[in-house]
């Protein structure tokens, strides 16, 4: 089966949608994941502008070799690896028909990564990325891409195993993208900090079935140590929606809450409380996405939304409140002017129309919209 993405061209045996079908053992190309590769390519290329010395590029789950395809196009020194016969043959011939060079290995990614030094590693797994983490973090000089496709641990729909996985506790609530994600970067950041080594979140969304980060690394303790610092604890009441976070590696949970008086407050962490993205790197991004990418709409799109997002590290879902408190919801935008009106900063979430970002109250934000006609 012949596929076209990005400018490059590949030969696939099958392509379907990984994440709701398999064990992730066979080869297949997954269409669904263009978006992923397609963001990939742009940070790639707006990396090389952040840091010229980027030349080596390890894709340690090649399957099809899609990806490393599209960073070998894009100059980067390639390397694919993956543990099946099939996959590294047929990664092997789609390097070789597109001309970019670039050697595919069967090899234990793991093994690989302790054995050699790349400035990126790209991890993108069938369901945790655990497994590969320390090796990743040990050795990579300069970025480390992340893929996490097992939500339902990372969000808390399947607490236990996002506990075992990720070595914090993960709540399953309303703004279960955000809660992924944090607590994907948050075991990112600690298994880096092992090593030394700083793991700057520089680039990171969570898109239908995955979350993705972008790990900038820096080889100063003194860093590591710092953003050690920007992981903590939020803790949500269960009644009236209000969340608090606190900055500490122990947490000390409110015996109420501070808004309703409940008791039914849920703590989850420690997860990162800082910055997810770094708007400069993220609008460098957004330029580098040309309109030969399939998903070019898309990705401007939520690139444009990452680069303005607020940090804070919960989102609100616009109808939950609005049902919460008996309303009718209005027009986002004109809930979000009401909301920045009252003084406080509002913006869109990415992951979905009704999610929105602000460092106002729950209290607050229902104060400022009251006198909203849902008709507006």
């Given at each position: 089966?012949?596929v076209?993405e990005?400018?490059?061209?590949?030969e696939?045996?099958?392509?379907r949608?990984g994440a709701?079908e398999?064990?992730?053992?066979d080869?297949?190309y997954?269409p669904?994941q263009?978006?992923?590769?397609?963001?990939?390519v742009a940070?790639?290329?707006a990396f090389?502008?952040?840091?010229?010395r980027a030349?080596?590029y390890l894709?340690a789950?090649a399957?099809?070799?899609?990806?490393?395809v599209?960073?070998?196009?894009e100059g980067?020194?390639v390397?694919?690896?993956?543990l099946?016969?099939?996959?590294?043959e047929?990664?092997?011939s789609?390097l070789d028909?597109?001309g970019?060079?670039?050697?595919?290995?069967?090899?234990?990614a793991n093994?690989?990564?302790?054995d050699s030094?790349?400035?990126?590693v790209?991890l993108?797994?069938f369901g945790?990325?655990?497994p590969?983490?320390d090796?990743?973090f040990?050795?990579?000089?300069?970025?480390?891409?992340?893929?996490?496709?097992d939500t339902?641990p990372?969000c808390?729909a399947?607490q236990k195993?996002?506990?075992?996985?990720?070595?914090?506790?993960?709540?399953?609530?309303?703004?279960?993208?955000?809660m992924?994600l944090?607590?994907?970067?948050?075991?990112?950041?600690r298994?880096a900090a092992?090593y030394?080594?700083?793991?700057?979140p520089?680039?990171?969304?969570?898109t239908?079935h995955?979350?993705?980060?972008?790990l900038?690394?820096?080889?100063?303790?003194?860093k590591?140590d710092e953003?050690l610092?920007?992981t903590?604890?939020?803790?949500?009441?269960e009644?009236?929606?209000h969340r608090?976070?606190e900055y500490s590696?122990?947490?000390?949970?409110p015996?109420?809450?501070?808004?309703?008086?409940s008791t039914?407050?849920?703590e989850?962490?420690?997860?990162?409380?800082?910055?997810?993205s770094?708007?400069?790197f993220v609008?460098?991004v957004?330029d580098e996405v040309?309109?030969?990418?399939?998903t070019?709409?898309?990705a401007?799109?939520?690139?444009e939304t990452?680069a303005?997002?607020l940090?804070?590290?919960t989102?609100?879902?616009?109808h939950r409140l609005?049902k919460l408190?008996?309303?009718?919801a209005?027009k986002m935008?004109?809930?979000l002017?009401?909301?920045r009106d009252?003084?406080f900063?509002?913006?869109p979430a990415?992951?979905h129309g009704?999610?929105f970002?602000?460092?106002a109250t729950?209290?607050?934000i229902?104060?400022?919209?009251a006198h909203l006609?849902?008709?507006?």
């Amino acid at each position: 089966m012949h596929v076209s993405e990005g400018g490059v061209d590949i030969e696939v045996p099958d392509a379907r949608d990984g994440a709701s079908e398999g064990t992730g053992d066979d080869v297949f190309y997954n269409p669904t994941q263009e978006l992923n590769r397609d963001v990939t390519v742009a940070v790639l290329r707006a990396f090389r502008e952040r840091e010229p010395r980027a030349e080596s590029y390890l894709d340690a789950m090649a399957a099809s070799g899609i990806r490393g395809v599209r960073a070998a196009a894009e100059g980067y020194d390639v390397t694919c690896a993956d543990l099946d016969v099939d996959a590294v043959e047929l990664a092997q011939s789609n390097l070789d028909n597109a001309g970019t060079g670039g050697e595919a290995v069967h090899r234990n990614a793991n093994a690989l990564m302790y054995d050699s030094v790349f400035d990126v590693v790209d991890l993108d797994p069938f369901g945790t990325p655990i497994p590969f983490a320390d090796p990743a973090f040990a050795n990579t000089r300069d970025l480390v891409c992340v893929t996490a496709t097992d939500t339902a641990p990372l969000c808390g729909a399947h607490q236990k195993s996002g506990i075992r996985k990720y070595g914090c506790v993960p709540q399953n609530t309303d703004y279960h993208p955000e809660m992924g994600l944090r607590v994907l970067v948050g075991a990112m950041v600690r298994t880096a900090a092992r090593y030394d080594k700083a793991a700057v979140p520089i680039l990171s969304h969570a898109t239908r079935h995955y979350a993705r980060t972008y790990l900038e690394l820096d080889d100063r303790a003194t860093k590591a140590d710092e953003l050690l610092e920007s992981t903590g604890f939020v803790y949500h009441c269960e009644d009236c929606l209000h969340r608090e976070a606190e900055y500490s590696l122990v947490a000390h949970p409110p015996e109420a809450c501070s808004n309703c008086g409940s008791t039914r407050i849920l703590e989850a962490g420690p997860i990162w409380l800082g910055p997810i993205s770094d708007a400069d790197f993220v609008e460098s991004v957004r330029d580098e996405v040309t309109d030969d990418f399939g998903t070019a709409k898309r990705a401007r799109g939520m690139l444009e939304t990452l680069a303005v997002e607020l940090d804070t590290p919960t989102h609100f879902d616009q109808h939950r409140l609005c049902k919460l408190w008996g309303r009718s919801a209005s027009k986002m935008e004109v809930f979000l002017d009401a909301v920045r009106d009252a003084g406080f900063d509002a913006t869109p979430a990415h992951y979905h129309g009704t999610a929105f970002k602000t460092d106002a109250t729950v209290a607050e934000i229902r104060e400022a919209t009251a006198h909203l006609d849902p008709e507006a």
